[in-house]
């Protein structure tokens, strides 16, 4: 299983990014995947999440302002994040858990996902 993170980068507060993360070496549609971030001296949090069906779950923190999305036969999942502010400045990280017949519930704990990407950094200047 591979995972590669890409997109990051600075932008102003207010700005948008999108992230993206390109999967291998499992049956992607199959599977949970998801985005977490960890900022210096800060524990690894969860971002969003979604399901092999499509269901997503977000954190609260993020709720109306990031979208998860996930294109299966691009093997490739997106975080579309607007909105931007200084406290999102992290390393993002995607998450991958396989699964052969399908993973339902899309979880923000780190301990569910198998499979991690390096991350890609995103800073937001104020």
């Known amino acids: 299983v591979q995972l590669v993170e890409s997109g990051g980068g600075t932008v102003q507060a207010g700005g948008s990014l999108r992230l993206s993360c390109e999967a291998s070496g499992y049956t992607y549609s199959a599977s949970c995947v998801a985005w977490f971030r960890q900022a210096p001296g800060k524990e690894r949090e969860g971002v969003a999440a979604i399901d092999s069906d499509g269901r997503t779950h977000y954190a609260q923190s993020v709720t109306g302002r990031f979208t998860i999305s996930r294109d299966n036969p691009k093997n490739t999942l997106y975080l579309q994040m607007n909105s931007l502010k200084p406290e999102d400045t992290a390393m993002y ?18 301990t569910v996902y198998t499979s991690w990407g390096q991350g890609t950094q995103v800073t937001v200047s104020s």
């Open 93 to 110: 990280y995607c998450g991958a858990l396989p699964a052969t017949g399908g993973c339902y519930g899309p979880s923000l704990s780190g």
